[in-house]
């Protein structure tokens, strides 16, 4: 009986210990591994980002303001009109009806002879050439929109070009959905072009900027406490170096950088910690990009700094953001 236990252990042991083995071999550690980033200089900008659609800022339904018979249509469908024109006269002399604003006649819904009501729709003008576009911005983003910020607009039928504008708009009032409320913006767009009503926009509104700030990926900005640092490198590579703790002061920041106003130079070396899978890494790792103007370099290490800062809503920009 006990040389049939001993047996039945060892297989066990010996089945167990090839499980072990080949599930060993199978796995996919997960290491720690740190690349560098330099500390540049340039401008940042901060921006909040939404989509919507075109919309004309004038477009009216021009109604009778009399009971009367139609003596003269002056105006025909789809003709230009200036502010102040004579649109439809009447026979017993009562106030002509006259265009509010320049634009185009777009429909036109009677004719000489006609009786029209008071406040009946008689026409509708459109100015095609003063376009606007609205954008939903999340209630958290929307206190640091102003009037009168500096807007980028790109339209969807027109890729390689960049228009501009400014916010003329912000809503009182937020529309309440799954739990977040969101603001209505609206920006008038400065030179339309061939821009059409209806087309879809993505805007970016500038809310912040600094010039020639220094700035960091956002991720190399630790917290401990009350207190901000970064982990200072002596050279572009981490492979064995040690990393000195440095505290810093902040200023404005974007999804991706960080101003530092206290506590580094340009050209200083800090660490950014990640979590590589290594089995899809390979010996170096993959490249990141680290703005315009330097290149952030993945390299092996060791150690993770713990914390990290928060990012604020925004798009970056200009050398500090691209």
């Given at each position: 009986?006990?040389?049939?236990?001993?047996?039945?252990?060892?297989?066990?042991?010996?089945?167990?210990?090839?499980?072990?083995?080949?599930?060993?071999?199978?796995?996919?550690?997960?290491?720690?591994?740190?690349?560098?980033?330099t500390v540049e200089k340039g401008d940042l900008?901060?921006?909040?980002?939404?989509?919507?659609?075109?919309?004309?800022?004038?477009?009216?339904?021009?109604?009778?303001?009399?009971?009367?018979?139609?003596?003269?249509?002056?105006?025909?469908?789809?003709?230009?009109?200036?502010?102040?024109?004579?649109?439809?006269?009447?026979?017993?002399?009562?106030?002509?009806?006259?265009?509010?604003?320049?634009?185009?006649?777009?429909?036109?819904?009677?004719?000489?002879?006609?009786?029209?009501?008071?406040?009946?729709?008689?026409?509708?003008?459109?100015?095609?050439?003063?376009?606007?576009?609205?954008?939903?911005?999340?209630?958290?983003?929307?206190?640091?929109?102003?009037?009168?910020?500096?807007?980028?607009?790109?339209?969807?039928?027109?890729?390689?070009e960049t228009f501009t504008g400014k916010v003329t708009s912000v809503a009182k009032e937020g529309t309440y959905e799954n739990g977040v409320s969101s603001f209505d913006v609206t920006i008038k767009i400065d030179k339309p072009g061939d821009i059409k009503i209806g087309m879809s926009t993505e805007v970016s509104i500038l809310t912040n900027s600094v010039k020639d700030a220094l700035y960091v990926p956002i991720e190399a900005v630790q917290i401990d406490g009350e207190e901000k640092y970064v982990n200072i490198q002596q050279s572009g590579t981490t492979e064995g170096a040690a990393s000195t703790k440095t505290v810093v002061e902040t200023g404005i920041s974007?999804?991706?950088?960080?101003?530092?106003?206290?506590?580094?130079?340009?050209?200083?070396?800090?660490?950014?910690?990640?979590?590589?899978?290594?089995?899809?890494?390979?010996?170096?790792?993959?490249?990141?990009r680290g703005g315009q103007g330097g290149e952030v370099r993945m390299q092996s290490g060791s150690g993770m700094p713990s914390g990290g800062m928060p990012s604020s809503g925004g798009m970056p920009s200009g050398k500090g953001g691209q």
């Open positions: 009986m006990k040389k049939l236990i001993m047996i039945g252990t060892v297989l066990v042991l010996a089945i167990g210990g090839c499980v072990w083995f080949f599930m060993k071999d199978n796995a996919e550690p997960v290491i720690a591994k740190s690349v560098t980033a900008e901060v921006q909040i980002s939404g989509s919507g659609s075109v919309a004309a800022i004038n477009s009216e339904d021009i109604t009778s303001s009399v009971t009367d018979e139609v003596d003269e249509v002056l105006v025909a469908k789809n003709e230009l009109v200036e502010k102040g024109d004579e649109l439809i006269t009447f026979t017993d002399g009562s106030d002509p009806i006259t265009a509010p604003f320049d634009g185009t006649v777009t429909t036109l819904d009677v004719e000489e002879g006609d009786r029209v009501s008071s406040s009946e729709v008689v026409a509708h003008v459109t100015d095609y050439k003063k376009l606007k576009t609205t954008i939903s911005v999340d209630e958290l983003d929307v206190p640091s929109v102003k009037k009168g910020q500096t807007v980028e607009i790109k339209a969807s039928a027109f890729e390689d974007n999804d991706r950088y960080i101003e530092i106003t206290s506590g580094l130079e340009e050209g200083q070396f800090v660490s950014l910690p990640i979590t590589i899978n290594e089995s899809s890494t390979g010996s170096g790792g993959e490249g990141m």
